[in-house]
């Protein structure tokens, strides 16, 4: 049975960093594509970082340069580091993970796991 676990949201200023984790356990990270996204309400989720079975990654426009997805294979952890965070930023963030090896579908309907979700919240 596969479970993501996900931890590390909060409350920062705009400015300040977070670093979200997401613990697998039945799913190994480093045989597949995996992700983040996130949501506000009343708005569809959005693609926020992907990282392949070979590491390779991408990041959407809105976080380019800012954040950065990557794992730890021993540990079977995936991670998103957020530096400075925006108050658009503000969301509800989801781990995901599927079996595509590339990360060529990156809609929701792509990834079959989900973890339970964080909130981050950046204040002006």
């Known amino acids: 049975q596969v479970r993501l676990v996900e931890s590390g949201g909060g409350s920062v200023q705009a400015g300040g960093s977070l670093r979200l984790s997401c613990a697998a356990s039945g799913y190994t990270y480093n045989g597949f594509c995996s992700g983040w996204f996130r949501q506000v309400p009343g708005k569809e989720r959005e693609a926020v970082a992907f990282i392949d079975r070979y590491g390779r990654t991408t990041h959407a426009d809105s976080v380019q340069g800012r954040f950065t997805i990557s794992r730890d294979n021993a540990k079977n952890t995936m991670y998103l580091q957020m530096n400075s965070l925006k108050p658009e930023d503000t969301a509800t963030y989801y781990c995901?993970?599927?079996?595509?090896?590339?990360?060529?579908?990156?809609?929701?309907?792509?990834?079959?796991?989900w973890g339970q979700g964080t909130q981050v919240t950046v204040s002006s």
């Open positions: 995901a993970a599927g079996f595509q090896y590339y990360c060529r579908g990156t809609g929701t309907a792509d990834f079959g796991y």
